[in-house]
C-alpha cells in the first residue's frame, strides 16, 4: 500500500508559477511510475504527465507539454510538478497517483491522492 499526499495547490494569477508535490508513504514510491491528473468542474478526470520509476521518459498531455515539468526525487520518496505560464483553464483539483507502468490512463494508477486545488484566476 501506498500513501500519497498532495501540496503546493493555491490561488494564483494567470502567467504564475506553481509547484505542487506529491509525497508517498507506506511502500517507497521508488518502484511505481509517478502520475499527475486533474479534474476541474463537471470535467472528467484527466490525465497531466507521468513519469517513470526511473525518472527518464516522461510523458505529458499535449496542453502541458512546454508548460508543466514533471520530477521525482526517490530518495524523499516525493514526486512534482512544476507548472509555468498557467491560465484559467488550468484550475483544476491535481491528483498525484502511482502505476506499475508508465500510462496515461487512469485505471492502471492503483494509489492515489487526494488532490490539492489549483485555481488561476485574477
Known amino acids: 500500500q501506498v500513501q500519497l499526499v498532495e501540496s503546493g495547490g493555491g490561488l494564483v494569477q494567470p502567467g504564475d508559477s506553481l509547484r505542487l508535490s506529491c509525497a508517498a508513504s507506506?511502500?517507497?514510491?521508488?518502484?511505481?511510475?509517478g502520475g499527475w491528473f486533474r479534474q476541474a468542474p463537471g470535467k472528467e478526470r484527466e490525465f497531466v504527465a507521468a513519469?517513470?520509476?526511473?525518472?527518464?521518459?516522461?510523458r505529458y498531455a499535449d496542453p502541458m507539454k512546454g508548460r508543466f515539468t514533471i520530477s521525482r526525487d526517490n530518495a524523499k520518496n516525493t514526486v512534482y510538478l512544476q507548472m509555468t505560464s498557467l491560465k484559467p483553464e488550468d484550475t483544476a483539483v491535481y491528483y498525484c497517483?502511482?502505476?506499475?507502468?508508465?500510462?496515461?490512463?487512469?485505471?492502471?494508477?492503483?494509489?492515489w491522492g487526494q488532490g490539492t486545488q489549483v485555481t488561476v484566476s485574477s
Open positions: 497517483a502511482a502505476s506499475n507502468w508508465l500510462t496515461d490512463s487512469a485505471g492502471a494508477y492503483a494509489f
Open positions: 513519469i517513470p520509476s526511473s525518472g527518464i521518459s516522461t
Open positions: 507506506g511502500r517507497t514510491f521508488r518502484g511505481y511510475a
